[in-house]
């Protein structure tokens, strides 16, 4: 349990170069750090049941806030509990901020100081996301971790833009953090949360987060009352439980440093975001189209200037060699959509390199995926069948692809952790592994 | 075991009323009776992997040949030691003779005394099925329990069309039966299978089944080296294991009655089935879009002129409220899509009623599914939930819905076992269960 008052206590237990293996203990649950955290876009890591998750060893998710936001809707999310109770999930979670989608998803969007108008990949609809209220929507969804709203720029972008839009990041940081010290016990599973006629009064001319919500009010009222069934549902030992097991527990937020692919930029981010001061740090705006090279020395570079005992976290990075690479670099946090979305086009990570399934040479293959997997696809499957599922569109292709991808980042990530407390560089990763199979 | 030389044991254990409980003893697997068989069509039940198909207890499922014959073809799940090793799978398995796909999804066939031709749903690709090739595609996927090739007719259709179809379906019988006796020893996983040059020659006139399969000359070499590696697997342990327990066993052979509402023509189809002689009967053409009143009245009729000691089989029937209706008739087997099928469009069968979970006043519904439902998706997840990811077009949505449905199914058949062996009518299920929920 983290002392009184702290959201979040992390603790390295080992080094080895610059490589850590520590523990991250938030409200939900105890994360062993290097940790690769798969993506659950919509409170779902695609075509997983919540039990497969645990027995695959997933310590934490990654829930994305603007798809959230958009369906179900923060406001139904908090009535539930926040996305623990929502989706029954135990261990931790962690929301980005919505600043990604926000600028990846959205062509016609328009930057303020004040915030981001946008559309609706959905249906079109016009929204607008403030530092404030991107807090507001994360303390909605109460996970274990949230993050700062920042700006994401495009790759490549002129110096000028890139230092503008650093600095329009800090600017939105501080707002960030000023917005989630004066809620943060509106989290739905806080034990003190104060919900009040004030909790949810938005600062002065911006519009409600929750205004499309036609459920807003009904739900405001019945926050309480939705605390009070989930602590029952918890002493009642159902496995839905999603209450922490302190009561005086708040949400840990992390700052996002951002700077391009300027090391100088990087560096005034970082000293900036930690000059507002958070419980764990963030590398944003990478592997977005710059060469691999590059992405690992601006990495490098600042990490350079991140607090060693707080939690840096790699933003939507990588291929297995990179999670590796980057794990003995001292990143302690990362996640990728890449493990799930190749399972889904066929693409598989073995220790032999990467096999894809639809290839004809697999229709007649009796031996499993990866012959030094023990993951249950590897134990129970054939190349020959899941070639079948894939080339017939079967949903379970997509099922038991991703169970295997899952497990082998997971699985790279356990030994990882395993080297750096045996002392050892992570060497075993050969480059074999993001070429194709020979 | 059966009894040397037999490839199916059925013994009837209880009976209460018409309804009878009883044990299948299949080459894989022991099967316990009333049973209901959900269907994997592909060689995949939709969505779900085997484990939890296992864990669901699903004692038996049923693979069509027409699909699998197209996708991945009859010669590659053979040289898999057929569908049990090519899908991991140990316990019993049913393939039906194509002849209802034939008729269902192709238009365009064309249908003479000697068989059928058709195209290929998939790319228009020109097949002919009669009923040597039918058996000898069965025989290659290597099925438990395999079906004679018969006509389907449609729906309504007038006397003398239905007698002669009937007729045809007869003649077809004997030659399937015939076929059957002569070949079954080819059957993958048979200790004494004879894979010689003679194994695969066609009756004079006939095409091969795989004409079209490229891969065909390759696979008859080496049948005989697969079947050596599945017993290989099966003396390592290992969990795809797909050779039965004793050595000299073979497929058994089910007959299948047709004669469209006509009670006199279904009788003259029982007898002349009968006379040929098979290891169990099924009631084919029926659930074709008749009223479920004349579809029960041809069930208790045709079940009054089959033999009390074999096996009787439904097929494609039904709802929840049918497959207790059946049962409690004397029906030993049945089989349906409607779990699976009705699963993907959010239609989710409960003890309560029918739920169809895609309705906004699920949004906020933080109960369980089904409130006296055990399955792994009640006890851990919210209709909001569920709601949510249907909603979404989440995959989980499939994989969470199937497992309900299909779990509402074997447990509602466990149920009418245990009731039988009470020597209680089955009258637990009322008649809210297909209707929709109030």
Chains 1, 2 share one sequence.
């Not at 034990?191 to 919500?213: L, M, Y």
């Not at 946090?333 to 399972?343: F, G, I, Q």
């Amino acid at each position: 349990m983290p002392p009184d008052g702290v959201p979040l206590d992390f603790r390295i237990e080992t080094t080895s170069g610059k490589a850590r293996a520590g523990r991250l203990i938030t409200p939900h649950a105890e994360v062993e750090t290097p940790v690769f955290m798969p993506v659950g876009t919509l409170g779902s890591v695609k075509a997983i049941p919540q039990d497969t998750l645990e027995e695959l060893g997933a310590q934490i998710i990654l829930g994305n806030t603007y798809h959230l936001y958009l369906r179900p809707g923060v406001e139904t999310v908090r009535r539930m509990g926040g996305l623990h109770g929502f989706m029954s999930w135990p261990r931790a979670i962690l929301t980005d901020s919505g600043g990604f989608q926000v600028f990846s998803l959205n062509e016609l969007r328009k930057v303020t100081e004040e915030g981001v108008t946008f559309r609706s990949h959905l249906d079109g609809s016009s929204h607008f996301f403030t530092p404030e209220s991107a807090m507001e929507a994360q303390i909605g969804l109460g996970a274990d971790i949230i993050m700062a709203f920042d700006e994401c720029t495009e790759f490549p972008v002129d110096r000028e833009r890139m230092r503008a839009s650093m600095e329009l990041t800090a600017r939105w940081a501080a707002r960030s953090k000023a917005y989630f010290e004066d809620h943060k016990h509106e989290v739905p599973w806080a034990g003190n949360a104060h919900v009040g006629t004030d909790a949810f009064v938005r600062p002065a001319g911006q519009s409600s987060t929750f205004a499309d919500d036609p459920n807003r009010n009904a739900g405001k009222a019945e926050v309480g009352s939705s605390r009070k069934e989930a602590a029952e549902l918890r002493s009642a030992g159902r496995t839905n439980a999603s209450v922490p097991t302190w009561a005086e527990q708040t949400q840990a937020l992390f700052g996002i440093v951002q700077g391009g692919m300027d090391r100088d930029l990087r560096r005034e981010s970082a000293l900036r975001t930690i000059e507002i001061g958070f419980s764990g740090y963030a590398i944003g705006g990478l592997s977005v189209g710059e060469p691999r090279e590059l992405t690992r020395e601006i990495v490098e570079s600042t990490l350079e200037h991140l607090p060693a005992d707080k939690p840096r976290y790699l933003m939507g990075v990588g291929t297995p060699e990179e999670i590796v690479e980057y794990a003995n670099l001292g990143v302690d946090m990362m996640d990728c959509v890449l493990p799930t979305r190749a399972a889904r086009h066929g693409l598989l990570f073995t220790s032999e390199g990467k096999v894809s399934i639809k290839q004809a040479r697999y229709a007649q293959d009796q031996g499993p995926l990866d012959p030094n997997c023990g993951c249950r696809v590897c134990r129970r499957y054939s190349r020959a069948y899941l070639r079948h599922l894939y080339a017939s569109n079967e949903v379970l292709a997509q099922v038991l692809n991703t169970i295997h991808n899952l497990s082998f980042y997971l699985d790279t990530m356990r030994r990882v952790r395993h080297s750096i407390r045996l002392g050892e560089e992570c060497g075993f990763l050969s480059s074999v592994w993001s070429r194709p199979k020979p």
